[in-house]
């Protein structure tokens, strides 16, 4: 079965500095997404990423996919407090109907 | 462009009291779903729908009933609520395919007491 582990879970930033996000996942997959939660909002899609070495960037945002590795990582870029959300990963289970399965969500708080 | 729309935003529901959290989407979407959020769960999948007469079990399921006899939507019962349903509800769609990209409707906060 598929699992899917985000870390870390909590992530305290400062203001203009850059820091990663790691998204590892157990099993083959050939389709992974990153969502972003603001609090207390809905989520929201920010990429997907499709074959191996794929990299999608918005704004200070970069997301890549190792599928060797089973890992994609969220780059973030010159942290702004616009940027204070969580945000989840979550990668399609190929069998069972496709079914998404998701990350814990890493919370991510950017302070001056 | 209305998207995924639940209704309603916040319930607050008494031990043994029934309802339903309508979930409609207007982007002709064959693929539903009901999600619960809970602190340190993440998300997971309650009830989930490929089609109109489709339904099929997530991952908790008990407690939750659906019905698909529209593409359009898709509610989710809770015919006894407990406690432990107090949660928030997200429903999303996706179309068919090879597209999994789901859109969220905007939460249902649900409180039992």
């Known amino acids: 079965e598929l699992k899917v582990e985000q870390n870390p879970l909590f992530l305290s930033m400062q203001e203009g500095k850059n820091y990663t996000i790691y998204c590892n996942y157990s099993t083959t997959s050939d389709r992974l997404y990153w969502y972003r939660q603001d609090p207390g909002k809905s989520l929201e899609s920010l990429f997907v990423?499709?074959?191996n070495g794929a990299v999608k960037q918005e704004g200070r945002l970069m997301a890549s996919l190792d599928t060797k590795a089973r890992l994609s990582t969220l780059h973030i870029t010159a942290a702004v407090h616009d940027l204070s959300a969580t945000y989840f990963c979550?990668?399609?289970?190929?069998?069972?109907?496709?079914?998404?399965?998701w990350g814990l969500g890493t919370s991510l708080a950017v302070n001056p | 462009n209305a998207g995924v729309t639940q209704t309603p935003k916040f319930q607050v529901l008494k031990t043994g009291q029934s309802m339903t959290l309508q979930c409609a989407q207007d982007m002709n979407h064959e693929y539903m779903s009901w999600y619960r959020q809970d602190p340190g769960m993440g998300l997971r999948l309650i009830h989930y729908s490929v089609g109109a007469g489709i339904t099929d079990q997530g991952e908790v399921p008990n407690g939750y009933n659906v019905s698909r006899s529209t593409t359009e939507d898709f509610p989710l019962r809770l015919l006894s609520a407990a406690p432990s349903q107090t949660s928030v509800y997200f429903c999303a769609s996706r179309t068919g395919g090879g597209n999994e990209k789901l859109f969220f409707g905007s939460g249902t906060q649900l409180s039992v007491l």
């Open positions: 990423l499709l074959s």
């Open positions: 979550a990668v399609i289970y190929a069998g069972n109907n496709r079914k998404l399965i």
